[in-house]
C-alpha cells in the first residue's frame, strides 16, 4: 500500500516568492496535518484539516495557508518567502481526528525547501 | 503551555549496551503519547502510541512507557541500525487537533 505522498521533494525559491507543497494521504485516511522542521529541531504544527475544513492552526503567520481537497489531497501555500522558511515541510495523515488509532499519524518523505 | 522535553540530546551507545530515552510532557489532558524514529532527511516513521499511564509497549528492541508526566524509550541490545533521532509527540485534550514534538534524542550506536 502506498503512504503518505509529497510533491516535490526539493525546492529551491527565492526571497518573496510564492510556493505551493502538495501532499496525498493514505488511502482511506481524511486528515492531513501540516509541519515544518527546522535542522536540529522537532516538527512544528502548522495546520490540520479533515473534511476538507481546518481544524487547527499552529502559530504562524498568515503568509502560509493550506487547502483539502474532495479527494482528501492538500496543499501548503507559502506567500512572500523569508530565508527563515527553509525547512523540512512535512505532511501527515491519519484516519480522523480522535478516538484510538483514529488520531495515529502516518508522515510522509517531506519536501526540502530551500529560500535564497 | 504545553510542553515536551527530551533527553538526552543525543546518546552515543556501543552495540547491545541497553539505555532509555526521556520524553517529559506538560500538557492540559494527554490523548496520546507518540514516538517517531527519524533518519537523516527522512519523514518521521511511526513507532508506538501510548494512552494511559501505566501503558507498555514493544517491538523488537524497543520499549515505550508511560507514566502521568512522562514516557521512556527502553533500548535493549542496539544495533547499528537503531542509530536515528527518537521524536515524542503529544496530544493534548484541550486542542487535539494538535501534536507537540520534543526536539528529539540523536541516538548513535557504534559497533
Known amino acids: 500500500d502506498a503512504g503518505v505522498t509529497q510533491s516535490p521533494t526539493h525546492l529551491i525559491k527565492t526571497r518573496g516568492q510564492h510556493v505551493t507543497l502538495r501532499c496525498s494521504p493514505i488511502s482511506g485516511h481524511k486528515s492531513v496535518s501540516w509541519y515544518q522542521q527546522v535542522l536540529g529541531q522537532g516538527p512544528q504544527f502548522i495546520f490540520q484539516y479533515y473534511e476538507k475544513e481546518e481544524r487547527g492552526r499552529g502559530n504562524f503567520p498568515d503568509r502560509f495557508s493550506a487547502r483539502q481537497f474532495p479527494n482528501y489531497s492538500s496543499e501548503l501555500n507559502v506567500n512572500a518567502l523569508l530565508l527563515g522558511d527553509s525547512a523540512l515541510y512535512l505532511c501527515?495523515?491519519?484516519?480522523?481526528?480522535?478516538?484510538?488509532?483514529?488520531?495515529?499519524?502516518?508522515f510522509g518523505p517531506g519536501t526540502r525547501l530551500t529560500v535564497l | 503551555e504545553d510542553q515536551v522535553t527530551q533527553s538526552p540530546e543525543a546518546l552515543r551507545l556501543q552495540e547491545g549496551e541497553s539505555s532509555s530515552l526521556n520524553c517529559s510532557y506538560t500538557?492540559?489532558?494527554?490523548?496520546?503519547l507518540f514516538w517517531y524514529r527519524q533518519d537523516p532527511g527522512k519523514g518521521p516513521e511511526f513507532l508506538f502510541t501510548l494512552y494511559s499511564a501505566g501503558e507498555e509497549k514493544e517491538k523488537e528492541r524497543l520499549k515505550a512507557t508511560l507514566t502521568k508526566k512522562e514516557s521512556f524509550l527502553h533500548i535493549t541490545a542496539p544495533k547499528p541500525e537503531d542509530s536515528a533521532t527518537y521524536l515524542c509527540?503529544?496530544?493534548?485534550?484541550?486542542?487535539?487537533?494538535?501534536?507537540?514534538f520534543g526536539s528529539g534524542t540523536k541516538l548513535n550506536v557504534k559497533p
Open positions: 500538557v492540559s489532558g494527554l490523548r496520546g
Open positions: 509527540a503529544v496530544q493534548a485534550g484541550n486542542n487535539f487537533n494538535k501534536f507537540y
Open positions: 501527515a495523515s491519519s484516519l480522523g481526528l480522535a478516538g484510538p488509532a483514529y488520531n495515529e499519524q502516518f
